[in-house]
């Protein structure tokens, strides 16, 4: 997983990049390149929907909560559990279902850029629709299934004695 975020953290950086270019071009050189903004823009797409997964591996996703930093661990996971299958599941699976034929027809017509000189990858791009919640279905369903770690349950009845 770690390999995973070092590629994210280098797609992040190119998108740097090609916005400082695109800066630098146009207001230095008074030069647009269409190609240059789309490919940050793709960048930072790429960074945001495929990093979900890694957020989620690292517990670092936005969780809106009142209680549930004071919960025991076996708690959070008891809750991590049900809210994966009952909320995470269903919306992913609903996303997939909702976005495939958008990115079929996409795929079918190679949909390129809508602007003059764009980049003629848009369907490529329209594929991070369907990379994002079939990644995450994969992650969350190999980890919903796999067995507990011995050591986080030590820790659970540590925390419990305490």
């Not at 992040?12 to 240059?36: D, E, G, H, Q, Y």
Request: contains cysteine; glycine residues 6%.
């Amino acid at each position: 997983m770690e390999k995973y975020g070092a590629m994210l953290g280098w797609i992040t950086f190119s998108m740097v990049l090609f916005s400082f270019v695109t800066v630098v071009s146009r207001n230095v050189f008074n030069v647009v390149w269409i190609p240059v903004q789309e490919l940050a823009i793709y960048c930072h797409a790429t960074a945001l929907m495929l990093g979900m997964v890694y957020a989620w591996h690292h517990d670092k996703h936005v969780r809106v909560d009142v209680f549930y930093q004071s919960y025991s661990s076996h708690k959070k996971s008891r809750l991590n559990f049900w809210g994966t299958l009952l909320l995470l599941i269903p919306m992913m699976g609903f996303v997939v279902w909702s976005c495939f034929q958008y990115v079929m027809d996409a795929w079918l017509r190679l949909e390129g850029s809508g602007e003059t000189g764009g980049l003629p990858l848009m369907f490529l791009f329209k594929t991070l629709l369907l990379l994002m919640p079939l990644s995450m279905l994969a992650y969350v369903l190999v980890s919903l299934f796999k067995k507990p770690n011995t050591a986080d349950d030590k820790d659970d009845h540590h925390e419990a004695a305490n």
